[in-house]
Nanobody
């Protein structure tokens, strides 16, 4: 089984920064995708940033130039550096990964538990 453990959410003032991290652990053969989604109250969950194996990093238009996704392959971890935060960035942020399990080579999609980011003065 594969688990995603998230950290780094919290309360920040507008214009501030936060860094989220997401570590995948368990029976992992390969990781095809890792990224972050967010869901604000009353809204659908949306992709913030994500990277496919060997591919470019994709960002939502709303965060381009402010958020940076990076990946540490050795640690099976992705980081989301969020700068110039705005109140509209307030949401629960969820890590997502698409993984082939080591034992079965089965393709599974895994979600983290979510971490709350609140941007408010």
């Amino acid at each position: 089984q594969v688990q995603l453990v998230e950290s780094g959410g919290g309360l920040v003032q507008p214009g501030g920064s936060l860094r989220l991290s997401c570590a995948a652990s368990g029976s992992i053969f390969s990781i095809h995708f890792m990224g972050w989604y967010r869901q604000a109250p009353g809204n659908q969950r949306e992709l913030v940033a994500g990277i496919r194996s060997g591919g470019p990093i994709n960002y939502a238009d709303a965060v381009k130039g402010r958020f940076t996704l990076s990946r540490d392959n050795a640690k099976n971890t992705v980081y989301l550096q969020m700068n110039s935060l705005k109140p509209e960035d307030t949401a629960v942020y969820y890590c997502n990964a698409a993984i082939s399990e080591a034992a079965t080579r089965q393709y599974v999609e895994v979600w983290g538990q979510g971490t709350l980011v609140t941007v408010s003065s």
